[in-house]
C-alpha cells in the first residue's frame, strides 16, 4: 500500500531548547565526574583502586534491584515497595534449603517464589488497577510476616562456604564476581528495555497508556510485568546477599527500596513514567555511591548521610518538574 | 431604567483564538422571566459564546450588559457572582457528597466558621422545594440517576441565586419522561423571573419552552425570532444554508464488495441496533450531533470498548470485537476522534509511534529488528508526507497536523482493509487537511472500505459516497451521495419526514 502525498502543509517543528534537550544527558556524567574530583580532593584513599572496587561490589545487589524499578518507573508503575519482602524471600529460601537440595536449585526456588510474589503486586496492580504503592506495600508487609512466621525471628545461617567462595571471589583475581553479575543483568535489562517490543510498550504504557491501549497494545500486562521483574530481581538480589553472608534474617531487605528509588530518581527517570534509562538508573546509584563513600571517608555520620540522600530526591524531583515544564508539557 | 432593562445585552461579540475566528459580531438579549434558545450545528460558536458569557474567555470585541449595567466579566467566580449559573453537560457534582451538600457547595452556611448542617439542609431543601424537585437531600449524589443529578445541578446553580441560569444540552442524557421533569424545573424558575438561556440540539424541546430563539452558523448570528410559530423545518434551514467556501475534492473509484458488516450492535443507553456497512473503495460518513453515539459506535467496531451486543464482520469473517489487537487482527484501524488521549504516544519519537501497533512487522522473537523498525516508519512517514520526515524525533515536537500523520501511519502500517476515521482533520491547519483528504481519497482508490465521522456536515457531504445519520444512538437514516445538508440536519435532530 503506498501513497504519495505532495505535502502542501507548511507546519514547522516546534524548536526544543538546549537546557531540556541536553541538560538532562549531560547532568549526571558531569555531577559523577565532579564527585571524583571533589572526593579525590578531600581524601588521599578515595581515587584508589580498591576503594573504588570497593564502592562497585556495595552497589551490585541494590543495582540489580535499581534495573526493576526501572522498568516500574519508566511505566508509570510508580514504585515497587515490596522490595525488602522479596529480597528476604530470596535470602531466607536460600540459605534453608540449600544443604536440602544444593545452593543453586535453593536459589531457583527463592527466586521463583520472590516472582509469584510478584505475579500478584502484577495482577492488582495491571489488571485490578490499584494504587501501586499501597499494594506493594500492603504485599510486601504480608510476605514479609510469612517469612518472619516461618523462620520464627531467628536467623537462618548457610551451610554451603564454597559458594559464598564464589561470590565473593575475583574473576582472574580482578573482577569480583558480584560486580560481574550486575552488569550482565543490567546490560540484559538496558537491551530490553531499550530493544525488545516490550520495553518500548514500557515506555508507551508510561507515556500514555490510553493511545497505548488503543494501539493494539497489552497494557496491563506490560504493567504487571514490570512488577514480576522487580520482584525476581530482588528475589534474585536476595539470593546473592544470603550466599554471600550465610545468614539471613527477614530484616535482610529492609532499606533496599528506598536505595533503589533513590537511584532512580537521581537517575533523572521520571516518576511520571513514559522516560529514562537503565543507564541513567545506575548513573543515579553510582552517584549516590559516590557521594556516601565520600561522606564515609570524611566521618560524616550516618544521620547526615540520611539527609543529604533525601534532600537529592527532593531536588531530582523539583528539577524532573521543571525540566518537564520547560518542555512545554502541562 | 433597570426594571425594563433586559437580563443579559451582549453586543457585538468576537472572538478569535490563534488562526480561528469563532465569532464574529454576535449579539444576544434575553429578557427577564424569557426562556431563549440557542440552537446551530457543532462549532456554530454556542460554546464559545456561553464561556464568554461564563468568564471563562474575554471576548476580543463586543459589550456585555446586565440588567442595563456595562460589566466586565472577569472570571467564572466573577460571572457568579454577578448572578449567572452555568449548568454544563458535563456534571460537575461531588459523587461522595450528599445532595444538600453539592447544592450549597459553593457558600455552605457556617456558624462561628464551621459548616452549620442544619442550615445546610434546610436551605437544600428549600431550594428543592422551590423548583419542585423530587430529589431527597439526603441522598448521596453518586447513587442518584443521571436524571436526578441533573435536577440537583440545575438546583446548584439555583441555589446561588442568579438573574441568568444557561443550561447546555441538559437532555442530552435523559429520556423523554425524566425531560418532562426538567421542564417543569424550568417553568419554575421562569416564573421566579429568571432568565434562562437553554442549549439543545432537540428541536422539539425548544418549540416547546422557548419564548424566543437564536440560530447560530460559523460563529455568526443568522437570526434571533420570536419562538411563536417556528417549525424545526425553519430552524435547521437557518442553520445550515451557507454557501460552500471549502472545497474538498472527490476522487470516484469503483466500489467493490461489502468488508465491513455491523448488525445489530447495541450499548444499552448508548446506541442501539446500529446496522451499517461499508464496501471495498466505498467512503462511509457517519453523522450526527456531538453525543448521538458516533464515537462509541465507532470504538465498539474497532474493540476499544465492549458492545453489549450485535456482531461486527470483515470480509464476512467474524469478528470478535473485545479488544484493539482482535480488531487489527481482524484488518480494522480506527484514527480516534482525541488524538492526545488516544492517538499520540508523546514521549515517543515518530519511529516508534509508527510502528507501535504492528510488532510482528519489526520484531523477531520479541527483540526489535532496528533496519527493518526505521525502514518501515520512514517508508510510512514520507508517503504521508510527515515534514520533516525525521523518524528519530519525538513526537509532540510536531504541530497537531504532522501528528494527525504520524497518527494515520501508524495505522497505515497495519495494512488495514477497513479504516475508521473519527473526526480526522479536527484541529489541523488547512494545508494539512488538504492532505489528509487526498490520503482517504488515495486509500479508498486501493480499496480500502472507510468509515468517516465528522462535525464538519460540508466535509461528510463532499467526501462520502453513503452517509449514516445516528440520531440518539439509532441509525436516523441512509442517505446517498448528493443529499443536502438539510436531509443531514433533519435527520440528526430526529425530525425525518415520514
Known amino acids: ?330 | 431604567m433597570t426594571e425594563t432593562a433586559p437580563a443579559l445585552s451582549m453586543r457585538g461579540i468576537s472572538k478569535s483564538f490563534p488562526g480561528i475566528r469563532a465569532l464574529t459580531d454576535v449579539d444576544l438579549e434575553v429578557g427577564v422571566g424569557e426562556v431563549h434558545a440557542i440552537v446551530g450545528e457543532n462549532g456554530a460558536g454556542k460554546s464559545t459564546l456561553m464561556k464568554i458569557l461564563a468568564g471563562v474567555y474575554q471576548p476580543t470585541e463586543g459589550t456585555i450588559e446586565l440588567q442595563g449595567e456595562a460589566v466586565r466579566i472577569s472570571g467564572p467566580i466573577d460571572a457568579r457572582k454577578r448572578g449567572i449559573g452555568m449548568v454544563y453537560q458535563e456534571l460537575n457534582l461531588v459523587p461522595d457528597l450528599s445532595v444538600a451538600e453539592n447544592i450549597t457547595l459553593g457558600a455552605p452556611p457556617s456558624k462561628f466558621g464551621l459548616v452549620d448542617r442544619k442550615a445546610l439542609r434546610a436551605r437544600a431543601q428549600e431550594v428543592l422545594t422551590e423548583l419542585g424537585a423530587r430529589v431527597q437531600p439526603d441522598d448521596l449524589v453518586g447513587s442518584l440517576p443521571v436524571s436526578q443529578q441533573q435536577l440537583v445541578e440545575i438546583a446548584k446553580a439555583y441555589a446561588s441565586n442568579p438573574r441568568i441560569i444557561v443550561l447546555d444540552e441538559p437532555t442530552s442524557s435523559l429520556s423523554e419522561n425524566e425531560a418532562q421533569a426538567l421542564f417543569r424545573v424550568i417553568e419554575r424558575m421562569k416564573a421566579a423571573g429568571i432568565a434562562i438561556i437553554y442549549i439543545s440540539h432537540r428541536l422539539r424541546e425548544v418549540i416547546e419552552l422557548a419564548d424566543r430563539v437564536t440560530v447560530l452558523r460559523d460563529g455568526r448570528l443568522v437570526e434571533s425570532r420570536s419562538a411563536e410559530g417556528i417549525t424545526a423545518g425553519d430552524m435547521i434551514r437557518l442553520m445550515v444554508g451557507r454557501e460552500l467556501t471549502d472545497v474538498f475534492p472527490k476522487r470516484e473509484v469503483p466500489i467493490g464488495d461489502v468488508v465491513l458488516k455491523v448488525e445489530g450492535l447495541t450499548r444499552p443507553g448508548t446506541f442501539e441496533d446500529v446496522d451499517l456497512e461499508v464496501r471495498a473503495g466505498e467512503i462511509v460518513g457517519l453523522a450526527g450531533f456531538v453525543g448521538a453515539g458516533r464515537t462509541e459506535v465507532a470504538r465498539a467496531i474497532f474493540g476499544l470498548d465492549r458492545a453489549a451486543s450485535g456482531t461486527v464482520t470483515v470480509d464476512g469473517a467474524p469478528v470478535e470485537a473485545t479488544s484493539p489487537r482482535k480488531g487489527v487482527d481482524a484488518g480494522i484501524a480506527y484514527v480516534p476522534e482525541d488524538r492526545k488521549r488516544d492517538g499520540l504516544v508523546p514521549q515517543l519519537t515518530v519511529k516508534d509511534n509508527v510502528t507501535l501497533a504492528v510488532p510482528g512487522d519489526i520484531a523477531r522473537l520479541g527483540w526489535i529488528r532496528r533496519g527493518v523498525e526505521r525502514k518501515l516508519a520512514s517508508e510510512k512517514a514520507t508517503e504521508l508526507g510527515v515534514s520533516p520526515p525525521v523518524i528519530d524525533r519525538r513526537v509532540d515536537t510536531y504541530s497537531g497536523g504532522n501528528q494527525q500523520k504520524v497518527v494515520f501511519a501508524k495505522w497505515l502500517a497495519t495494512q488495514p482493509r477497513v479504516l475508521i476515521l473519527d473526526e480526522p482533520t479536527r484541529g489541523v491547519d488547512v494545508g494539512a487537511k488538504s492532505d489528509i483528504h487526498r490520503i482517504i481519497g488515495e486509500l479508498a482508490a486501493q480499496g480500502t472500505a472507510i468509515l468517516m465521522i465528522s462535525s464538519e456536515l460540508p466535509e461528510v457531504l463532499a467526501v462520502s459516497d453513503r452517509i449514516y445519520v445516528l440520531h440518539e444512538g439509532r441509525v436516523s437514516a441512509e442517505l446517498p451521495r448528493g443529499a443536502s445538508e438539510q436531509d443531514v440536519m433533519q435527520a440528526a435532530t430526529g425530525e425525518v419526514a415520514a
Do not use: C
Request: proline content about 4%.
Open chain 1, 1 to 330: 500500500m503506498t501513497i504519495n502525498i505532495e505535502t502542501v502543509s507548511t507546519d514547522r517543528v516546534v524548536k526544543q531548547g538546549f537546557l531540556s534537550r541536553y541538560g538532562t544527558t549531560l547532568a549526571m556524567p558531569l555531577g559523577i565526574l565532579m564527585l571524583l574530583v571533589v572526593g579525590a580532593f578531600l581524601s588521599d584513599r578515595f581515587l584508589t583502586i580498591g576503594n573504588l572496587t570497593n564502592v562497585l561490589i556495595n552497589m551490585s545487589i541494590v543495582g540489580i534491584i535499581v534495573v526493576g524499578m526501572t522498568f516500574v518507573f519508566v511505566s508509570r508503575g510508580m514504585a515497587d515497595l515490596s522490595v525488602p519482602a522479596t529480597v528476604a524471600v530470596g535470602g531466607i529460601l536460600v540459605l534453608m534449603l540449600d544443604d536440602v537440595i544444593g545452593t543453586w536449585p535453593a536459589a531457583l526456588v527463592g527466586v521463583l517464589i520472590a516472582a509469584i510474589a510478584g505475579v500478584v503486586n502484577g495482577l492488582l496492580i495491571g489488571y485490578a488497577g490499584l494504587n501501586p504503592v499501597i499494594t506493594t506495600l500492603a504485599s510486601g508487609t504480608i510476605v514479609l510476616g510469612i517469612a518472619q512466621a516461618f523462620v520464627g525471628g531467628v536467623i537462618v545461617y548457610g551451610q554451603d562456604p564454597g559458594a559464598k567462595e564464589f561470590l565473593t571471589g575475583r574473576l582472574f583475581g580482578v573482577v569480583p564476581v558480584i560486580v560481574l553479575i550486575f552488569l550482565i543483568v543490567a546490560l540484559l535489562g538496558h537491551l530490553a528495555l531499550s530493544r525488545s517490543v516490550f520495553g518500548r510498550w514500557t515506555y508507551a504504557v508510561g507515556s500514555n497508556p490510553h493511545a497505548t491501549e488503543a494501539s493494539a497494545v497489552p497494557v496491563r500486562l506490560v504493567k504487571a510485568g514490570a512488577f514480576v521483574m522487580t520482584a525476581t530481581l530482588a528475589g534474585f538480589s536476595g539470593v546473592l546477599l544470603g550466599i554471600s553472608l550465610q545468614a539471613a534474617r527477614p530484616a535482610i531487605g529492609a532499606g533496599y527500596e528506598f536505595d533503589a528509588i533513590t537511584a532512580v530518581v537521581v537517575g533523572g527517570v521520571s516518576l511520571l513514567g513514559g522516560s529514562g534509562s537503565i543507564p541513567r538508573a545506575i548513573g543515579g546509584l553510582l552517584f549516590v555511591q559516590l557521594l556516601t563513600n565520600i561522606l564515609v571517608l570524611q566521618g560524616v555520620p550516618s544521620e547526615p548521610q540520611g539527609m543529604v540522600k533525601g534532600a537529592l530526591i527532593a531536588g531530582a524531583v523539583a528539577l524532573d518538574v521543571y525540566l518537564r515544564r520547560r518542555g512545554g508539557r502541562e
